[in-house]
């Protein structure tokens, strides 16, 4: 959750000033494999319109994943950017392209018409070599060079923030109704998480361009192979982590089969190819990326959000877990979900929770209204909530809002939807915002990046203790390295760790 002052009450299409988004994360995307076709895809170059419209859609999109990353590291993701992007024909000129370093802690990955390429500090920090940087950009490059969002904008609804909830939420809590997908658009804001649904053979055929490029530039064409192994990895260990399904629609989850994509990259690439990885250098120039939450944006830690730059903190109920966002967290687990965001207050927390309830009902909805909106106090906090209670295909559903006058014109406050009566699991949560003090502010931490050389005597065990969590640190470790429980280490090699 950035620190903005943009409110946080917008509109259930949240994506609708940027409409024109062409390319979106997918090389997992297509869940089963086609047959290829033989005949190359016909490249259009950047034009003019294509310029203009990226233009005006490139700070929106800054704006909506944390901002861009400047210096060193930044630097050199863009030169790797720029240098598979005019593989593709839409360009010759590095100048025609904008490639940017994104500050998210979501994996993620994208491209625009105009020349414009995205990649997260999250996905950057899941590689290990610059073969595989340049093969996931090839990727999303190879969807603008073949126009694959404009085959698709009659099949395909428009683009929309997709949210870490909202698949889970329709399904799990509401039902697969009207309802239901007023629950998908609640739980779209603020997740970072960008999705437009590419056929299966356009999906294999970014993944084939991508493997052009990656030979076209003297790259190791197996990273195709490699990345999407890892990314298929790092989904199924945050699922196991949050002790869920591998539902989270990230950039490699939304209908994936990981092994066939992987051996289908793979032969593509050819098991006998050869090229450069540039491993050593690719790690030591992302030494020192942040990782995970920014603290400037907020920090989840377990249970635990805290932000010191706007100096409160909440925790999530036993059970649930969360997903920091750019302008909202969002909290899920089986009995309910719900999400924490912000906006001006420019009267009183009646009339904001009013309006918060107002963003629920979409055109010819039914409005949703609390029955009544009553006054508290929570540590110190001028408060009040509101409960609404909806009908959904599968029995009542009850809508809370709670909000926090933080004074000087700003509140805060929760969504939470639960079956009827569920909905006291969140009030531990309500009751636990609290503003922290500037020291508590000063001990938050990010954690970063470390890229160790192994010596002599470290093993897997030695080396994943120092891993900055306090679960899970094996296989965080493994998964962070490409490496398997039975790999060999050997001094002199270098490893990525991650530290406060």
Do not use: C
């Amino acid at each position: 959750m950035a620190m903005t002052k943009k409110q946080a009450m917008r509109a259930a299409s949240a994506i609708g000033a940027i409409g024109i988004l062409a390319a979106a994360p997918g090389l997992l995307h297509a869940p089963a494999v086609e047959a290829q076709s033989s005949k190359a895809p016909r490249v259009y170059a950047i034009t003019a319109s294509d310029k203009t419209e990226g233009a005006k859609a490139h700070p929106e999109l800054l704006a909506e994943f944390g901002g861009a990353i400047t210096g060193t590291q930044a630097s050199y993701v863009e030169q790797v950017g720029k240098k598979i992007a005019v593989q593709s024909g839409l360009s010759n000129a590095t100048g025609d392209f904008t490639v940017t370093l994104l500050n998210s802690p979501v994996n993620n990955a994208f491209a625009i018409p105009g020349g414009y390429v995205y990649v997260t500090r999250q996905l950057t920090a899941l590689m290990n070599n610059e073969a595989e940087l340049a093969g996931v950009l090839g990727h999303e490059v190879g969807h603008v060079a073949a126009r694959h969002s404009a085959q698709r904008q009659k099949a395909a609804q428009r683009n929309q923030i997709i949210g870490v909830l909202g698949s889970i939420l329709s399904g799990a809590v509401l039902g697969d109704n009207a309802f239901g997908r007023l629950g998908q658009n609640l739980f779209s804001q603020g997740s970072q998480l960008l999705t437009l649904k590419f056929s299966r053979s356009q999906e294999l055929q970014a993944d084939q361009l991508g493997i052009t490029y990656l030979k076209r530039a003297g790259y190791d064409p197996r990273a195709m192979a490699t990345v999407l192994e890892s990314l298929a990895r790092q989904n199924a260990l945050e699922a196991q982590l949050r002790g869920s399904a591998n539902q989270t629609p990230e950039w490699a989850s939304t209908h994936p089969d990981p092994a066939s994509r992987v051996r289908t990259a793979m032969t593509y690439a050819g098991s006998t190819a050869a090229g450069i990885t540039n491993r050593d250098a690719f790690l030591t120039r992302i030494d020192g990326l942040v990782y995970g939450d920014d603290p400037k944006q907020g920090v989840v830690d377990g249970r635990r959000f805290t932000h010191p730059v706007l100096r409160f903190a909440f925790d999530a109920p036993d059970g649930f877990f969360m997903v920091n966002g750019t302008s909202a967290v969002s909290i899920s687990g089986s009995s309910g979900k719900a999400q924490f965001s912000g906006g001006k207050l420019g009267g009183s927390l009646d009339s904001y929770i009013t309006t918060v309830f107002g963003t629920l009902s979409g055109s010819g909805q039914t409005r949703i209204a609390p029955s009544s909106i009553e006054r508290t106090s929570v540590n110190g906090i001028p408060a009040a909530y509101g409960v609404a209670r909806v009908q959904n295909s599968s029995g009542p559903v009850d809508v809370v809002v709670f909000a926090y006058d933080f004074g000087n014109g700003q509140a805060y406050h929760f969504m939470a939807l639960a079956q009827a009566g569920g909905a006291e699991v969140f009030t531990p949560m309500f009751r636990s915002l609290r503003k922290i003090s500037a020291a508590d502010a000063g001990s938050v931490k990010p954690r970063v990046l470390d890229v160790v050389t192994v010596k002599s005597g470290d093993t897997l065990q030695s080396l994943s203790a120092r891993m900055a969590y306090s679960d899970a640190k094996l296989q965080r470790f493994l998964v962070l390295n490409g490496l398997q429980s039975n790999s060999t280490l050997t001094p002199g090699q270098k490893l990525k760790i991650v530290t406060y």
